[in-house]
């Protein structure tokens, strides 16, 4: 899975002022990711706000992820939940509409399974499509760890299960997995703040929220730190840090919606329950803009 090493980004969802889908905005914000020379295209993650898209909605935006990428990046599409039959089914409709590279699977959330549990619902994902599988573990969303052990018994167990994105925010576990995969199973990065330290560690790669906004400067980061020039890597996520950081400040994606709202790619619009950035983040965004 070659194709995951390095930058991928968690495409954002443009709506217009009614909060309807923003096509055209999608379209341009894609175009501005492959200008931006990222390695692959996310749809429908956590920042994508696919958990407010209904079923029709979330066809229609892969429809113009594929349409507008025009096979130029490889696309992970996320299909993740809480209810077993309901995801398996889902990746099922997708093998047989579009020619994913991955599918992104979040760890059942609200239902806090144990690590059997967490096992056996990726394990029915695993049997149920051919397409390569990406764990998503992140705690602070879900209210349930997967544990590095049941990442790397999911690794050794199912060969469509291929890589794991790590936002714990625990670097220990993240170097756990490193020690115990089995070879070619990748261990990407699902924080911005700490992908270097992640990178520095041996993670592959990072799944981006900045990089929507930034994409040249985070991909290219991402890049040198791969190849081992540290410095420059540190220098640009210096560079990058506080903005990292505004765009958690009022959730997510509201900060990085701002920044790229700033650059004419789409309205900063989100759709309920959360709500668009206030005027105080707007304006701090805007000044960390102006000193890059």
Do not use: W
Request: charged letters at 20%; proline letters at 4%; aromatic letters at 6%.
């Amino acid at each position: 899975m070659k194709n995951l090493i390095g930058t991928g980004v968690a495409v954002v969802t443009p709506f217009d002022e009614n909060k309807a889908v923003d096509h055209e905005a999608l379209a341009r914000v894609i175009e501005h990711l492959i200008a931006g020379k990222v390695e692959y295209l996310v749809a429908l993650g956590t920042t994508g706000e696919s958990v407010t898209l209904n079923k029709e909605e979330t066809f229609a935006v892969l429809d113009t992820f594929f349409k507008v990428n025009d096979n130029r990046l490889p696309i992970v599409v996320g299909v993740g939940g809480n209810d077993t039959r309901e995801v398996c089914a889902h990746a099922r409709e997708v093998e047989a509409r579009y020619p994913a590279a991955a599918l992104l699977s979040v760890s059942p959330y609200y239902n806090k399974p144990t690590q059997e549990g967490i096992y056996q619902h990726f394990k029915a994902l695993a049997e149920s499509t051919d397409i390569p599988i990406i764990l998503y573990n992140v705690p602070p969303r879900t209210s349930s760890n997967i544990q590095a052990e049941t990442v790397v018994r999911l690794a050794k167990d199912f060969k469509n299960i291929v890589a794991v994105k790590e936002a714990s925010g625990d670097l220990l576990q993240g170097m756990a997995i490193i020690a115990d995969r089995p070879e070619g199973f990748l261990v990407l990065s699902g924080d911005d703040q700490l992908g270097l330290a992640q990178l520095a560690l041996g993670f592959e790669g990072v799944i981006s929220v900045v990089g929507n906004a930034f994409p040249a400067i985070f991909s290219q980061l991402v890049r040198d730190a791969l190849a081992g020039n540290m410095e420059a890597a540190r220098k640009a996520s210096y560079k990058l840090r506080k903005l990292m950081a505004l765009n958690f400040v009022e959730g997510n994606p509201a900060g990085v919606k701002t920044a790229m709202a700033l650059q004419g790619l789409c309205r900063k619009d989100v759709r309920l329950p959360l709500v668009k950035a206030s005027e105080k983040l707007v304006a701090e965004i805007q000044k960390e803009m102006a000193l890059l």
